[in-house]
């Protein structure tokens, strides 16, 4: 149950909690709070809890390093988040199941107001001053801590039970996995500022333009197109540096006949989207380049048609695998038959990564193990998550391939995969770069959506 006192605290204080974060204006406030209170009822039929307590704390405020009294962006935890919709620092979020839900909010100060912007008053109900007190009163009772860690204030007086933590933190994640509508349509708005902001990105990509340009160009376009945050560090590869997989942008200016990738995403209170591109800067693949692109996309087609409930996403991860396998077979840098070069792990050679991972309330999202898998051995390399799909569910379908020196030079693999791998054609084109094409797939009862679907895979 959901107590008064948590009840009349469950919607926001206002239409943005300080300068980050907040309630979304395109959904009415009493749907959001109809959502916080079906999230906590969910979640607590999942603890069905008898005694022990739970704290959710949101987070600090984080100092930048040797910049005097700056902090960093503050972003509150995304089990505190979830759970409360809030985007301040110091609040904890309290759940005993003999009295419900209680949030604790951190008083409004004359300095948050003047360096913040924060309202004149605070919601109304418990402060965090009251917290000390409120455990007082359970001090004999086992406590979970999941969010943050405990506010400073309070370390002395709590020692959480670590292994209760880690099973509430399972019930937690299989709780939040599905998106409900406010989730949703926080993604979808996400998503059309990051399809526009790809539109703008790509109408510029020609030679002498630099890949910070396309950055900057990409996440103005992002930010005016509605989204209020970029999810991630935007990634902007071109010739060998889009075989980095996290690259960051540089001066540095793209070449007639190269590639450039794009890898990056608009954000909407809190909420993520994460595309991938892979362009040609003349406007046109040369012929291997658009041989290399159709592999990646046959891949991506495969692993998209295997979305649907119940799907295991390690036979997600493993579709992909071997159609890129056949792919590169088929090209001749490969020599076998896919299965056989998945299992060796010669095609890991030119895919070093997952084939996705669950996208939402930013782009790593609940995606920990099942409870009775979390010690089993990965089946495949590189495989971010193992769950099987459900309804609700958004995760990314991202494959890839690439030439990267410190793997495909190695003398230890090319020794292991000789018989493999056509070492000749490989010299010839490591300073090729890398191609990726990433989506967002929500899986819906008989299938799945990608929305992500606008945005062009070639200009």
Known sequence: ??????????????????????????????????????????????????????????????????????????EAHTEYYYLTDRNRPHGVLAFDPAAGWVDFVAPVTADDRLWSGAPAAGPEGPTTDDLEAWLRQRRARAIAGLGAPPPATLAADVTLDRQLSEELRFDLDVVRRPKDPVELERMRTAERATGAAFAVAAGLIEAGVSERQLQVEFEAEALRRGADAIAFET???????????????????????????????????????????????????????????????????????????????????????????????????????????????ATWLFSPHGIGHLVGLGVRDAAGPLRQRRHDPKPFPNLRMDLPLEPGMVVTVEPGVYFVAAILGDPERRHRFRDQVDWQQVDRLLGFGGIRIEDNVLITADGHEVITADVPVLR
Request: proline fraction near 4%; charged fraction near 25%.
């Open 1 to 74: 149950m959901i107590s008064t006192w948590c009840a009349h605290r469950l919607r926001p204080a206002s239409a943005r909690e300080w300068k980050h974060g907040g309630v979304s204006t395109a959904t009415d406030s009493s749907t959001i709070e109809q959502q916080l209170i079906r999230r906590r009822e969910a979640v607590a039929a999942a603890w069905d809890l008898d005694d022990a307590i739970v704290l959710i704390s949101a987070g600090e405020l984080i100092s930048r390093p040797g910049r005097a009294d700056a902090t960093y962006r503050f």
């Open 235 to 345: 990634i902007v590869g071109s010739g060998p540096n889009s075989a980095v997989l996290h690259f960051a942008p540089t001066d540095r200016r793209l070449g007639t006949g190269e590639l450039v990738l794009i890898d990056a995403g608009g954000e909407y209170l809190g909420y993520a989207s994460d595309i991938t591109r892979t362009y040609p800067v003349d406007g046109r693949l040369d012929p291997e380049q658009r041989e290399l692109h159709a592999v990646v996309h046959a891949a991506q087609r495969a692993a998209i048609d295997r979305c649907a409930p119940g799907a295991e996403w390690r036979d997600v991860h493993r579709v992909a695998a071997a159609t890129i396998a056949e792919g590169l077979a088929a090209h001749g840098l490969l020599r076998g038959d896919p299965e056989t070069l998945v299992e060796s792990g």
